[in-house]
T-cell receptor, first 113, second 113 residues
């Protein structure tokens, strides 16, 4: 089955700096790669996603890149703000696995003012 | 957008009793729902996949007789933790696939005392 590895586990940046979180996946059939932000005691919130037919996607300060050959994808947050502080999870799914969404280990992002 | 309502948001139960968690898709039909468990500072671990009208498919290592899943309608899936023990204390989250992709419930904090 699918295995998703996420790094780093913690990330501390100064307000205004950029943050990058990286994930690798194992199943070459995976075709959907969402990123979630989770605040304490709440369910995950989708912040951006990308499908395997696209190499990059951007939404204001957030971007995701996908390298299908290397089987890795990354989240880029620019001009970070204190309210970006949260735990971020990458995930991957494939139609072959019935759409099961498998999560990475998570990254605790801390943005210091 | 799509909404999944999950109840209760938190529950405390005595060891040996059973607890039922409900997830309802409010404005779409969810043919497939996923149930996750999340321990503190850890990732979301997929427990099972439920499809409306059929038996749930459990991930390896998840006891199907302990975690009973029912998906009797296109808008409701339930997870019952039977004979709960303190080690079952965790954050349980459901996710439904609809026209808008994956929609997560807000989670249920279960504490077994």
């Amino acid at each position: 089955g699918e295995n998703v590895e996420q790094h780093p586990s913690t990330l501390s940046v100064q307000e205004g700096d950029s943050a990058v979180i990286k994930c690798t996946y194992s199943d070459s059939a995976s075709n959907y790669f969402p990123w979630y932000k989770q605040e304490l005691g709440k369910g995950p919130q989708l912040i951006i996603d990308i499908r395997s037919n696209v190499g990059e996607k951007k939404d204001q300060r957030i971007a995701v890149t996908l390298n299908k050959t290397a089987k890795h994808f990354s989240l880029h947050i620019t001009e970070t703000q204190p309210e970006d502080s949260a735990v971020y999870f990458c995930a991957a799914s494939s139609n072959n696995q019935g759409g099961k969404l498998i999560f990475g280990q998570g990254t605790e992002l801390s943005v210091k003012p | 957008g799509a909404v999944v309502s999950q109840h209760p948001s938190w529950v405390i139960c005595k060891s040996g009793t059973s607890v039922k968690i409900e997830c309802r898709s409010l404005d779409f039909q969810a043919t497939t729902m996923f149930w996750y468990r999340q321990f503190p500072k850890q990732s979301l671990m997929l427990m099972a996949t439920s499809n409306e009208g059929s038996k749930a498919t459990y991930e390896q290592g998840v006891e199907k007789d302990k975690f009973l899943i029912n998906h009797a309608s296109l808008t409701l899936s339930t997870l019952t933790v039977t004979s709960a023990h303190p080690e079952d204390s965790s954050f349980y989250i459901c996710s439904a696939i609809g026209n808008y992709g994956y929609t997560f419930g807000s989670g249920t904090r279960l504490t077994v005392v």
